[in-house]
């Protein structure tokens, strides 16, 4: 399998890079920073500089070329609202928008768990725009004919990778999930047809990974 990760310098994506390259599967990882590309390819990927947050869906369908999946993980990183929507919603949509350009129907976003209206927190709240952002990006995955998985983790941890998740969380208790398992489910979601067009928000628990993006909706 050829997979192209867009936010290839992230945590997550590292992660995700490495165990995919360890098995055998070609890996793209779009970059912004140049600087950036000898932690891509220490993990077995190709990077690929593209600044996502002002390419357009033409540009990245360039990028995508040949690549049987998609994974969005990249962000803007908080801070800056006006910039937390230019790439968070608007260059994730376009990414959607370049994957049916370029005819790969495998696309997987990693969001995060409480990503819905029924948890959104007031307009002046500093983490509404992500929130918003988010909400809209994933909303619009959606409704596109890509064959989606949204992956919904819950608060990021360095812990090490246990292989075991919860995939029906309490997102009112502690939603600790480690950036190790989220690469892992990333990888068990590619693997799995059962996985596609769900919405499956997840956080550290008991049940391996695998059996939960295999799961029955």
Known sequence: MKVTIIGGHGRIALLAANLL??????????????????????T????????????????MAEAFAGSDAIVWSAG???????????VDRDAAIRSMNAAQLAEIKRFVMVS????????LVPLDDPFYPYMAAKIAADDH????????????????T???ATGLINGDPDLAADTSTSRANTALAIVAT??????????????DGQTPIAAVMGASN
């Open 21 to 42: 390259s360890q098995r055998g599967d070609s890996v793209n990882s779009i970059i912004r920073n140049p600087d950036h590309a000898a932690d891509v390819a220490a």
């Open 44 to 59: 077995g990927a190709s990077a690929v500089v593209l600044d996502v947050e002002n390419a357009t869906a033409t540009e």
């Open 76 to 86: 803007a990183g908080g801070g800056n609202p006006d910039r937390t929507y230019a």
């Open 112 to 119: 995060f768990a409480s990503a819905s209206t029924e948890y």
């Open 141 to 156: 995955l959606r409704g596109s004919d890509l064959d989606y998985t949204i992956l919904g983790p819950g608060t990021l």
């Open 158 to 160: 360095l812990e090490e």
């Open 190 to 203: 590619l693997d799995s047809a059962a996985s596609i067009g769900r919405t499956i928000n997840f956080v």
